[in-house]
């Protein structure tokens, strides 16, 4: 699925977190956005899944302008995405907190009539166990989960829901070097497995480099370059406001 | 339609029933019997009270309300027509229901704070209600002249006997349709929302309406308690609907244990029981109740089931 951003703005008060920004994300690409702190790279997610209200421009996904759509709608037009301070149900254990997406999923959140999970839930929620490699922890409590687990189940729990468009926000912060890339590589392969349009922020430039198709430079809510790692790596006004500085020092 | 699990509660509802009913056939006990009769109105007041607070994480002060109000409308549909007492009884729920609804629909979207005040203030509202219309509830002497003891099934709710085999099968089928709610999808839900409301709006859970169908099947349960709380003291009093009693609920579930579905039975039994034998000794109830609370909220920092779950995780549900 195509997603395309155009002329996205949006102030908080005064400052303009995200203003005049235009990019495409081609159908099954696999892109990356950098940018410095505050560069406007979590309001961006928030907008295009709906966390926020949009000031002006357009969220165009397959072509169909979904600004003016709830979060739970787009989430059913294929939009899912997984936070940044891992998101999940700390109280329950890992397989009731995909069986808990996936009936929500199906509609069947308010069902009053049986016993949950409800007929064929536990099957895609082990499915989707599988496929992120999370069925040996199905039945222990999120909340003791290590913090890469919760980070996947925090990306299980968007994968339940079938997404086209899939926005990672910063899959692998607070993880060691060596966890890192065992993310990354997991979400590269989930990313091949299901043809998912991919949109991740990430801050260690040795993965953006080496995963990302195109990469996305966002500085003070604009766009500030986008291209292939190779023209990002070499793009001056990226090395001057980005990568000469905050790189190296993470 | 439902597989094991809902065989297995029905199956321990049915033998907790069987053990109460045969009692009084071995041994007649007065003193029980009355207990078993109250505890069986709490124990429907304080759970349908832990559909809010520990499945969804949302704490009403307010729940006496519709227990209060159940009991008003049962008594006074009984007084004031000959409809049976099943009607009657199904008309009080229905109306708890209907009043569930409204002021849920008022307070459901509040913040968790002013969610518990608003409830409160409600509750008072509907104190001070019963307490100036004198001419419809006897205002603060109560509903009095009795409840028409009419007969139901060739049972005759007059004889302790009956009422008391009347109260535990009503609360044993209430306790397991909460118990079936619980488990359903929909209780399902609720946990997630007091887990992590903005994920699980994400996952398109509208939040305020599992909020509100929430506390209007609580409300209705409450009232299905205070319906059996009329029947025993033959008609209503504003104590009833006053909001010390929704702290009893509120310390019922504190005690027995918020993350088990037994938790607030037994912690209405403990509160019972507490009253009955301490009252006995002293007249000052108010603080050996406080010192046990706090040795639970101190001590135990958990309700009895749920520390006996932690120490034995395997074993009550």
């Given amino acids: 699925m195509k997603l395309e951003i155009r002329n996205l703005t949006k102030a908080f008060g005064g400052v303009r977190a995200i203003d005049d920004v235009s990019l495409d994300f081609a159908s099954g690409s696999l892109s990356a956005v950098i940018g410095p702190n505050g560069a406007g790279k979590s309001t961006f997610f928030n907008l295009i899944s709906g966390a926020f209200p949009v000031d002006a421009g357009q969220v165009l996904l397959d072509e169909k302008d979904v600004c003016r759509l709830s979060k739970t709608e787009r989430m059913r037009l294929g939009i899912g995405r997984a936070f940044q301070v891992a998101s999940c149900f700390p109280t329950m254990t890992v397989a009731d907190n995909l069986m808990a997406a996936v009936t929500a999923h199906v509609g069947q959140w308010g069902n009053l009539a049986r016993r949950f999970p409800p007929p064929g839930v536990r099957e895609r929620a082990g499915e989707v166990m599988e496929l992120v490699g999370l069925t040996h922890v199905a039945n222990v409590e999120a909340a003791i989960l290590s913090h890469g687990d919760q980070k996947l189940l925090d990306i299980a729990i968007a994968l339940a829901l079938e997404p086209k468009v899939l926005l990672l926000d910063e899959p692998t912060a607070g993880m060691g070097p060596e966890e890192r890339w065992r993310m990354i590589e997991r979400v590269r392969g989930l990313w091949e497995q299901r043809k998912l349009t991919l949109v991740f922020i990430e801050h260690d430039m040795d993965i953006v480099f080496q995963v990302a198709n195109t990469v996305r430079v966002l500085c003070y809510g604009r766009v500030l370059a986008e291209g292939t790692p190779g023209e990002i790596r070499n793009n001056q006004a990226v090395i001057d406001a980005y990568l000469g500085t905050e790189a190296h020092a993470a | ?317």
């Fill in chain 2, 1 to 317: 339609m439902k597989g094991r699990p809902a065989l297995r509660d029905s199956a321990i509802a049915a033998a907790a029933l069987i053990v109460v009913l045969a009692i009084p056939l071995v041994h007649r006990s007065p003193a029980f019997e009355d207990f078993v009769i109250r505890l069986s109105a709490m124990a429907l007041f304080a759970t349908s009270l832990n559909l809010l607070v520990g499945n969804t994480g949302m704490v009403s002060f307010g729940h006496g309300m519709f227990y209060g109000l159940g009991a008003y409308a049962f008594a006074l549909t009984m007084q004031m027509t000959d409809l049976p007492l099943p009607v009657a009884a199904v008309l009080a729920v229905l109306v708890t229901t209907l009043a569930a609804l409204c002021v849920g629909a008022i307070c459901v979207r509040l913040s968790t704070d002013y969610f518990a005040f608003i409830t409160l203030a409600f509750q008072m509202l509907f104190y001070s209600v019963v307490i100036s219309w004198q001419s419809l509830t006897g205002g603060d002497q109560g509903l009095r002249g009795g409840i028409p003891r009419r007969q139901i099934f060739g049972f005759e709710l007059g004889s302790q006997l009956h009422l008391y085999q009347f109260c535990a099968v009503v609360a044993v089928l209430g306790l397991l349709a909460l118990r079936h709610i619980s488990a359903s999808p929909f209780g399902q839900t609720l946990r997630m929302i007091r887990d992590n409301e903005n994920r699980a709006s994400f996952l398109g859970v509208v939040l305020w309406r599992a909020r509100l169908w929430a506390f209007t099947i609580a409300g209705a349960f409450a009232g299905l308690g205070g319906v059996l709380a009329a029947l025993f003291v033959s008609g209503a009093y504003p104590e009833l609907a006053d909001w010390p009693n929704s702290g009893q609920a509120i310390f019922a579930v504190m005690l027995g244990g918020i993350n088990s579905f037994l938790g607030p039975v037994l912690g209405a039994a403990i509160l019972l029981a507490l009253n009955d034998v301490v009252t006995r000794f002293t007249e000052y109830y108010g603080l050996v109740l406080g010192i046990v609370i706090l040795a639970f909220a101190l001590g135990f920092r958990r309700g009895v089931l749920d520390f006996f779950r932690l120490v034995w995780p395997r074993g009550l549900r």
